[in-house]
C-alpha cells in the first residue's frame, strides 16, 4: 500500500523568502504525484502534478516541484513567498491501478511573517 | 461555470440521527470520491464511483452510504452508526486516472 510522509507540521516563513515543504513517498510502481494548498474552511486547490517526463514540475502561484526517484521524494518550492501563500499544503500519491485512488500525507502548515 | 458544489456548507446532527451530504459536478467526471478531513491527519477516503450504479469503500468507510444514481451526483449519508462523525467532508470528481478536483467542503458538527 502506498503512504505519504510530510516531516514538517508547521513552518514559518518571512515574507519575500524561499520556502520548501517536504514529502517522502512509499509506492511500489511508478508514482503519480501531487501538490494541493488549502485556505482555512475551504477545498483543495491543485498546485502541480507529475505524472512521467521532466522531474521538475511547474505550477501555479509560482510553485515548482522536483520528483526525486532515488530518495523517494516530490518536495516543493518557491523562490519568495507571499503573504497569500499562508495555508495549509498537502502532498499526495495516486495509485492508478487501485481505482485512482489518492493517499495525502498529513499536511504542512505555512505561516508568514510580514 | 463548470465545478463541483457541496451543499450544506454546515451541518449540525443531533446523536442518532442520519445525514446526507449532496455533491455535484457539472465537468462531466466518470469518477467521483468523499473524504474525511481531520485536523492533523489529512485526507482519508470514504467511498468512490468510478461509474454510475457502481462504487467500492475506501479505507473509512464504516458508519457511511453512498449512491451513484446519475453521473453528477454523489451524495454520502452519515448513519448513526458512525461514532464520530464531526469532521470536515470533501467531494471530489475526476476523469479515470486523471487528476482529481475538489468541491469547497461540508463540516459536519455532531451536537
Known amino acids: 500500500a502506498q503512504s505519504v510522509t510530510q516531516p514538517d507540521i508547521h513552518i514559518t516563513v518571512s515574507e519575500g523568502a524561499s520556502l520548501e515543504l517536504r514529502c517522502n513517498y512509499s509506492y511500489g510502481a511508478t508514482p503519480y504525484l501531487f501538490w494541493y494548498v488549502q485556505s482555512p474552511g475551504q477545498g483543495l486547490q491543485l498546485l502541480l502534478k507529475?505524472?512521467?517526463?521532466?522531474?521538475l514540475v511547474q505550477g501555479i502561484k509560482g510553485f515548482e516541484a522536483e520528483f526525486k526517484r532515488s530518495q523517494s521524494s516530490f518536495n516543493l518550492r518557491k523562490p519568495s513567498v507571499h503573504w497569500s501563500d499562508a495555508a495549509e499544503y498537502f502532498c499526495?500519491?495516486?495509485?492508478?491501478?487501485?481505482?485512482?485512488?489518492?493517499?495525502f500525507g498529513g499536511g504542512t502548515r505555512v505561516l508568514v511573517k510580514p | 461555470d463548470g465545478g463541483i458544489t457541496q451543499s450544506p456548507k454546515y451541518l449540525f446532527r443531533k446523536e442518532g440521527q442520519n445525514v446526507t451530504l449532496s455533491c455535484e459536478q457539472n465537468?462531466?467526471?466518470?469518477?467521483m470520491y468523499w473524504y474525511r478531513q481531520d485536523p492533523g491527519q489529512g485526507l482519508r477516503l470514504i467511498y468512490y464511483?468510478?461509474?454510475?450504479?457502481?462504487?467500492q469503500k475506501g479505507d473509512i468507510a464504516e458508519g457511511y452510504s453512498v449512491s451513484r444514481e446519475k453521473k453528477e451526483s454523489f451524495p454520502l449519508t452519515v448513519t448513526s452508526a458512525q461514532k464520530n462523525p464531526t469532521a470536515f467532508y470533501l467531494c471530489a470528481s475526476s476523469i479515470n486516472r486523471d487528476t482529481q478536483y475538489f468541491g469547497p467542503g461540508t463540516r459536519l458538527t455532531v451536537l
Open positions: 464511483s468510478q461509474i454510475v450504479n457502481d462504487f
Open positions: 465537468l462531466n467526471h466518470d469518477a
Open positions: 507529475y505524472f512521467s517526463g521532466d522531474t
Open positions: 499526495a500519491v495516486g495509485a492508478w491501478a487501485a481505482g485512482n485512488k489518492l493517499t
